[in-house]
């Protein structure tokens, strides 16, 4: 199973008994789970059943599912008139025309069009309502689909960002011992021409103290540590991996800032500043994984 974006779009569409049903889902980052439907009234009682069928398949993110429902041109299907309802419509019209002499009078099209006149004989609540949930799992699927390949062009940016990472990481190892030789010979020349007769013992308590601070292999062992989660967790973990991205890029970040105030030359410097860009560039995007 692939990292997965919390980002994604899907829609479904469909017809049901003389309507039509439009769903879409949008998804943004959240830090947690947040569903939200927007739905006529009529579906409103089938919310929390879609809720599930939604938290099934996404762990984090702010979902809105919008559900619309419009009349759509009857092909084939049976209709029944609501002779009641248009009866009263035409009675309502007379009266009000009676009383405001300046109304027009309704037609056919203006009483057939009023909600609830006419509608297809198959439907009903059950069957509306198992149409809905037929289409969230159509959008669902889609929904999966594509936060899921945008999931593989998240892991494929960090993954190139890691091994940038790694070059740097090793190049800086490979030349720190010489940047420490080249600092310790400037410090015998500089301490050779302020001081005749150089106290020796001093010099190597001196070193003793620069080479404390200097030790950066902790810090190696570390990057090396993170960057190797970091690559284990966006390659084959499984689940909600976001926060643990997170969390190790704070790591990663930890390291690369001691790494810089340790530095002993210009080139270890850089060296951290280029992780920690590389490090905020993997950051940005990780706020988008699930």
Do not use: C, W
């Given at each position: 199973m692939s990292i997965r974006s919390m980002t994604g779009f899907a829609n479904a569409a469909g017809e049901c008994g003389g309507k039509r049903i439009n769903l879409d889902i949008r998804a943004v980052n959240h830090r947690y789970l947040d569903v939200q439907f927007k739905?006529?009234?009529e579906l409103r009682h089938l919310e929390a059943a879609l809720r599930e069928r939604v938290a099934?398949?996404?762990?984090?993110?702010?979902?809105?599912c919008r559900i619309q429902i419009q009349k759509a041109v009857a092909t084939g299907a049976a209709l029944s008139l609501n002779r009641e309802l248009a009866a009263a419509l035409a009675d309502l019209n007379d009266e009000l025309r009676g009383q405001w002499g300046g109304l027009g009078k309704?037609?056919?099209?203006?009483?057939?069009?009023?909600?609830g006149v006419l509608a297809a004989q198959d439907e009903d609540?059950?069957?509306?309502?198992?149409?809905?949930?037929?289409?969230?799992?159509?959008?669902?699927?889609?929904?999966?689909?594509?936060?899921?390949?945008?999931g593989e062009k998240l892991r494929e940016h960090i993954l190139q960002r890691l091994d940038a990472m790694e070059q740097t990481v090793a190049a800086l190892e490979a030349r720190f011992p010489q940047l420490i030789q080249v600092?310790?010979?400037?410090?015998?020349?500089?301490?050779?021409?302020?001081?005749a007769?150089?106290?020796?013992?001093?010099?190597?308590?001196?070193?003793?103290?620069?080479?404390?601070?200097?030790?950066?292999?902790?810090?190696?062992?570390?990057?090396?540590?993170?960057?190797?989660?970091?690559r284990r967790v966006?390659?084959?973990?499984?689940?909600?991996?976001?926060?643990?991205?997170?969390?190790?890029?704070?790591?990663?970040?930890?390291?690369?800032?001691?790494?810089?105030?340790?530095?002993?030359a210009a080139e270890s410097t850089q060296a951290s500043v280029e992780l920690k860009v590389l490090i905020e560039q993997m950051r940005e995007q990780v706020q988008n994984i699930e």
């Open positions: 739905m006529p009234d099934e398949t996404a762990q984090r993110g702010k979902i809105e309704l037609t056919v099209a203006d009483i057939l069009n009023f909600p609540g059950e069957t509306l309502a198992l149409a809905v949930k037929s289409l969230l799992d159509d959008a669902l699927g889609e929904f999966a689909a594509a936060r899921a390949r945008e600092h310790l010979d400037k410090t015998r020349a500089r301490l050779a021409e302020a001081v007769n150089i106290d020796d013992d001093r010099l190597k308590q001196e070193f003793v103290l620069f080479m404390q601070k200097a030790d950066v292999d902790e810090e190696f062992s570390r990057l090396k540590t993170h960057i190797g989660e970091v966006v390659s084959g973990a499984k689940g909600s991996v976001g926060k643990r991205l997170d969390f190790l890029m704070q790591e990663l970040n930890r390291e690369a800032n001691t790494l810089g105030s340790k530095a002993v």
